[in-house]
């Protein structure tokens, strides 16, 4: 059972997580885990904690039949973030006129200190979006080059509605791109070394560059911190997608000292889905705006007005990044790290031997994603195989092709998220999967 207390006072300004208590059923040894307020929390108290793996299936939402190995994509919400959000739903709806123009404001206010702190930043530099995609939508469409700097640089790997974005004819002309095309695999000396050659080829006409802190496909972790260094001794500010880091790994946006830095809480902080961040360096946020402009919001700069409210919405997401975090917290979010980083190694090796292949990427690439090669050249499989896999294996993983830098001709990669609901077992499961259906596909 998950338990949240909500306190009111007659005005409805204060909310209060109490207690929350899971009991976990998966065995009949597993212990009770007790959650306490964080601002209450009492480090010498001693808590059992449940082995990661599926002993903490019970603490998520998944239908029994559901192997959920691509966390990458859509995130997933434990029960007890769920029932946070739930309760903050109907304190909104219990008095709308008191949430909207009073107590939203000093919620989010509380929220946005403690999702700051936990990436490395400060309150002030730290605003709330609905997703990775909205912030990157907020920082292109308000930046614009001016004289003889007039171009982005950005990365072939780069996610595709950062592309999309981008080659949006009413922001950009095509002769304002400049993409550094990426082949996989590739050290970070190299891709440092591809940037540096790209900047010193359009010396002086680069006034923004975009970079994945974790590409999408494939899931590699990459040196933003070198990058955007290298990019402002060329003058040009730097806008990092961090869409998959908060929560897979550890980040500190002041130390990368970029200028502009997203990430999404739904898909690796256990947050619901709508919570995402955008961090901006105070001399830089004069120059951004959100995507959709209003005027009843609050704050002490332009910036915080802004992005604090933009019409009528269930912002509750954000407010639920709180309970998250406490969620976290009480697993240990060193250790939720190690154990993805862990598996996430050890279950591409489990698929690798059983396919007679390899790893895209070396160790020090990989955070909770990991890319393996298939054996087979037939990417018109792909289809097929994605279909098969949740229809007949309850589980659904991308595929895709790439043709690396030894390769002559694609073949197929699997990226697989590990999760601490995750454990070897399941990427047994996927290597014997995707080889019955390799061999299914030969026979048809």
């Not at 993805?340 to 090796?349: C, D, I, K, R, S």
């Not at 390899?358 to 289809?383: C, F, K, W, Y």
């Not at 279909?387 to 073949?411: D, I, S």
Request: negative net charge.
């Amino acid at each position: 059972c998950v338990c949240v207390c909500v306190c009111y006072t007659p005005t409805m300004v204060c909310v209060r997580t109490m207690f929350v208590v899971v009991m976990v059923a998966a065995t009949a040894t597993s212990p009770t885990m007790v959650v306490g307020e964080h601002d209450h929390h009492d480090p010498h108290e001693e808590r059992q904690k449940p082995a990661f793996g599926h002993d903490l299936l019970p603490l998520f939402q998944f239908r029994h039949n559901y192997t959920n190995l691509n966390h990458g994509s859509y995130g997933a919400v434990p029960r007890a973030v769920a029932k946070a959000q739930d309760d903050l739903r109907s304190r909104v709806e219990a008095c709308p006129d008191a949430y909207y123009r009073w107590d939203m404001f000093k919620l989010l206010n509380e929220v946005r200190g403690r999702v700051a702190a936990y990436i490395g930043g400060q309150s002030r530099d730290v605003v709330f979006v609905d997703n990775a995609s909205h912030g990157v939508n907020a920082v292109l469409r308000s930046l614009r080059g001016s004289g003889s700097r007039r171009k982005v640089l950005y990365l072939s790997s780069a996610y595709r509605m950062v592309k999309n974005t981008l080659s949006f004819e009413q922001w950009f002309a095509p002769e304002q791109l400049l993409e550094v095309n990426v082949t996989w695999p590739l050290s970070d000396d190299e891709l440092i070394a591809q940037v540096a050659d790209a900047l010193e080829d359009n010396k002086g006409e680069v006034f923004l560059a975009s970079f994945s802190h974790i590409v999408s496909l494939p899931g590699a972790i990459l040196p933003v911190k070198r990058l955007a260094a290298l990019c402002h001794q060329h003058g040009a500010r730097v806008l990092i997608d961090g869409a998959h880091a908060m929560g897979q790994i550890k980040i500190n946006v002041s130390d990368y000292d970029a200028d502009f830095y997203v990430s999404n809480g739904h898909k690796w902080l256990y947050s619901p889905k709508g919570s995402a961040v955008l961090w901006t360096k105070p001399d830089a946020q004069h120059l951004v705006f959100p995507t959709t402009i209003s005027y009843e919001g609050q704050g002490p700069t332009d910036y915080q007005i802004g992005f604090s409210y933009q019409g009528t919405d269930d912002n509750t997401a954000y407010l639920a990044m709180s309970a998250a975090l406490d969620f976290r917290a009480m697993l240990g979010d060193d250790a939720i790290m190690a154990y993805m980083h862990e598996l996430a190694v050890e279950g591409g090796a489990v698929l690798a031997d059983t396919w007679g292949t390899e790893l895209l990427l070396p160790q020090s690439m990989i955070g909770a994603l990991v890319d393996v090669r298939l054996p087979t050249h037939n990417t018109s499989l792909i289809p097929f195989i994605t279909a098969e896999m949740l229809a007949r294996y309850g589980t659904w993983v991308p595929f895709y092709a790439l043709q690396t830098r030894h390769q002559t001709t694609p073949w197929v990669y699997v990226r697989v998220s590990a999760q601490i609901y995750n454990q070897r077992s399941d990427f047994e499961m996927l290597a014997h999967a995707v080889t019955e259906l390799l061999h299914a596909a030969a026979a048809l």
